[in-house]
């Protein structure tokens, strides 16, 4: 069973982060924006760090020795193309030695209609065996993308532990996420999460589109 850490009713920098995120007159700064979110990917990993396995290792200073307890676990983290970027930047600030994943996953609309398939097209991987995989994805509106892209991952091999790392979910996204990983040991972290999805399954109250917020509008 996924374990789920949402820090929704917390009150902490974190939630200051979160509410210039959504702030329509904050938002429009490209550059902070980004920044914002790598500064909560930062938070969330280093929550994250506390599961991981450590050892005890003798260092030596320049005056005298100490046993530091330094991290045991291979970290492999991956980014959903283009939005999980920034959010992916700040995991690194906590898992400098992390092995990385890309990976694109876009929605492609079905005519005529609010429904939608999931579409991954590039994949740039390691091999997960044996290791922790994070998988960061800053909007969890029905989970779809995530689920997809760890499909795909599935032939990098088998992850000691998968942990998903988001910014804003959806309720319903929250509950597809665990029913899929119910079998893996598995762990969410989500800063905080609405309760509502529009007809387009875009988050509300949410923030918008966050690849367009952080890079730019698509064609």
Not at 72 to 78: A, F, G, N, P, R
Not at 121 to 128: H, K, R, T, V
Not at 212 to 217: P, R, S, T, V
Request: net charge negative; with cysteine.
């Amino acid at each position: 069973m996924m374990k789920i850490n949402d820090f929704s009713g917390e009150k902490s920098i974190l939630s200051t982060y979160i509410a210039r995120l959504r702030d329509i007159d904050v938002q429009k700064d490209r550059m902070r924006f980004r920044y914002n979110l790598g500064r909560i990917g930062e938070i969330l990993g280093y929550e994250l760090s506390k599961t991981l396995e450590y050892e005890y290792k003798t260092v030596k200073t320049p005056l005298g020795t100490k046993e530091c307890a330094t991290q045991k676990d291979e970290v492999v983290i991956c980014s959903i193309l283009r939005a999980g970027l920034p959010l992916h930047n700040g995991l690194l600030e906590c898992f400098d030695d992390a092995e990385n994943t890309f990976i694109s996953a876009y929605r492609r609309h079905k005519e005529g209609s609010h429904d939608f398939d999931i579409v991954v097209e590039y994949l740039a991987s390691p091999s997960i065996e044996g290791k922790v995989l994070v998988i960061a994805d800053p909007m969890l509106a029905t989970g779809s993308s995530i689920m997809s892209v760890f499909e795909a991952l599935k032939k990098r091999g088998t992850p000691k532990k998968v942990h998903v790392v988001s910014v804003i979910g959806s309720q319903l996204g929250v509950r597809n996420i665990a029913d899929f990983f119910r079998d893996y040991d598995s762990q969410m972290w989500i800063a905080t999460v609405d309760p509502d999805l529009n007809a387009d399954k875009y988050i509300v109250p949410g923030l918008g589109d966050a690849g367009d917020l952080a890079f730019g509008e698509k064609l």
